[in-house]
């Protein structure tokens, strides 16, 4: 089943030629999360300075590794990482073993800083007629989100692709930082979505009342 996913998957990436011989990565998970799963877990972009191309990262999908444990990232042990270990706290706080579960970045295309991007908005418009066949094929209950702000953010482009009719927001118990919750009927069927702060500068995990109010969105979709 989940080949048959991963080559649906790569015919969408290589129709999106706009972006397709750009540095990036689709999946941050390993190719056989294309099944259906409780989540589809997803940060903003690809980060560091790797050439690989986004057509060239398509070779992962087959190799069984996922970023957040299997890889080195500036030159730590795989999975050591802060962010890498970031992921794995909150993924576990919530009960899912990272190995498992599917996770991409809302922009496929990579660069250091969100910042440095130099066309962040048009790239998440060609990235997300993927993450469109990624839904399908996961069906996932709700999206979890890290990257909350109001701009150029997992969050937002969410928000601005699915058109939520409403919003629900609490304090992050920490600074400026705000998390967000919506449902949108999508695709015939429910799906919430649910956005923390980045994981950079934010550890959820260790503040059980956004835990449990990030499982109950999860929990509630039907």
């Given at each position: 089943m989940s080949?048959?996913?991963?080559?649906?998957?790569?015919?969408a990436?290589?129709?999106?030629?706009?972006?397709?011989d750009?540095?990036?990565?689709?999946?941050?998970?390993a190719?056989?999360t294309l099944?259906?799963?409780?989540?589809?877990?997803?940060?903003?972009?690809?980060?560091?300075?790797?050439?690989?191309?986004i057509?060239q990262?398509?070779?992962?999908?087959?190799?069984g590794?996922?970023?957040?444990?299997d890889?080195?990232?500036?030159?730590?042990?795989?999975?050591?990482?802060k962010l890498?270990?970031?992921?794995?706290?909150?993924?576990?706080g919530?009960?899912?073993?990272v190995?498992g579960?599917?996770?991409?970045?809302?922009?496929?295309?990579?660069?250091?800083t969100?910042g440095?991007?130099?066309?962040?908005?048009?790239?998440a418009?060609?990235?997300?007629?993927?993450?469109?066949?990624?839904?399908?094929?996961?069906?996932?209950?709700?999206?979890?989100?890290?990257g909350?702000?109001?701009?150029?953010?997992?969050f937002?482009?969410?928000?601005?692709?699915?058109?939520?009719?409403?919003?629900?927001?609490?304090?992050?118990?920490?600074?400026?930082?705000?998390?967000?919750?919506?449902?949108?009927?999508?695709?015939?069927?429910s799906?919430?979505v649910?956005?923390?702060?980045?994981?950079?500068?934010?550890?959820?995990?260790?503040?059980?009342?956004?835990?449990?109010?990030?499982?109950?969105?999860?929990?509630?979709?039907?």
């Open positions: 080949v048959g996913n991963i080559d649906r998957i790569k015919r990436v290589l129709a999106q030629s706009g972006i397709v750009k540095p990036g990565k689709v999946l941050y998970s190719g056989d099944r259906p799963h409780d989540i589809y877990f997803m940060g903003i972009k690809p980060g560091g300075t790797l050439p690989t191309t057509r990262s398509l070779n992962d999908l087959d190799d590794r996922n970023e957040y444990l890889y080195s990232w500036e030159g730590r042990p795989p999975g050591e990482q890498q270990k970031q992921v794995r706290r909150f993924l576990g919530l009960g899912f073993d190995r579960v599917p996770a991409s970045n809302i922009v496929f295309t990579r660069e250091r969100v440095l991007h130099p066309d962040l908005d048009g790239d418009l060609q990235s997300w007629p993927i993450h469109v066949e990624i839904i399908d094929i996961v069906k996932p209950k709700a999206i979890v989100a890290y909350s702000g109001d701009k150029q953010s997992p937002s482009y969410l928000r601005d692709f699915l058109c939520p009719a409403e919003i629900e927001s609490i304090h992050s118990e920490q600074g400026n930082f705000w998390c967000h919750r919506f449902s949108v009927e999508y695709q015939g069927r799906l919430n649910v956005a923390v702060p980045h994981l950079t500068r934010y550890s959820p995990y260790t503040k059980p009342a956004v835990m449990r109010w990030v499982a109950e969105w999860i929990e509630k979709a039907v």
